[in-house]
Structures are given as C-alpha cells and as structure tokens.
C-alpha cells in the first residue's frame, strides 16, 4: 500500500498533484474525518474505489447497534469522482489512516485533499 499525501486546499487556489492508485491499494491520513479523495479514471471501463470500514458495527445508546458498510464509489469510464469525508470512528484504523482499493488501477490517478479548518 502507498500512503497518499494529504494536500489542503486554499482560499488562494490548489493545483493538486495526482498519484497512480497502487495495485496493492492506498491510504491516506484521516485524523479529524477532513478528508476526501478526488479520484480520475483515465481508463474506457468503469472501475469501482472501496473504502473500507474498519469498525463496522457499534451499540449507541437509545438506537441499538449500527453497522457502517465500505464506501464504494463507481468511478466511470473517463469520469472523477470526489468521494468522502470519512467518520474517523468508522474508517480509521490505529495509525489514523484510511484503507483504500480499487478494482483495477488501469489509468487511474487519485489525490487525498482536505479543507483547511477556518476561524
């Protein structure tokens, strides 16, 4: 897996760098549930990005136990998809991170963004 770098968009513009997805998948830090993912498909199929839950069930008081299913986003052939943000308590694994797959990474580009936090 290749750790994606986190890039914060600014009221003075961003000119996002893209990586190519990993065929072994990627993550990205997620420590306030701030990020999101701008993926490009450069490829003539369809292909799907999974993000996946890491705690997928929890009992919350007065609604019983809830279940949070991966985040899977179909991204169109020649087509972008912007997909997140991420509940931290869903997504997160231990280090912070978020796990993310692809069902083929032929021409595929993602960058891993975030929102500065604003006074």
Known sequence: MAA????TVA??????????AASGGDTAKN????TFLHVKNGDASAH???VTAQ?????VQGMG???KANVQVSVPAS???MIGPFAPLAFNDANNDIAITYSS???VTVAALKLPRVA
Not at 31 to 34: I, M
Not at 55 to 59: H, N, V
């Open 11 to 20: 009221e003075a513009g961003l000119d996002p760098s893209y990586a190519a």
């Open 48 to 50: 799907t990005v999974t």
């Open 31 to 34: 420590e306030a549930g701030d």
């Open 65 to 67: 136990a809830m279940t």
């Open 79 to 81: 087509g972008e998809r």
């Open 105 to 107: 990474v032929t021409s």
């Open 4 to 7: 994606l770098t986190i890039q």
């Open 55 to 59: 705690r997928t069930s929890q009992t």
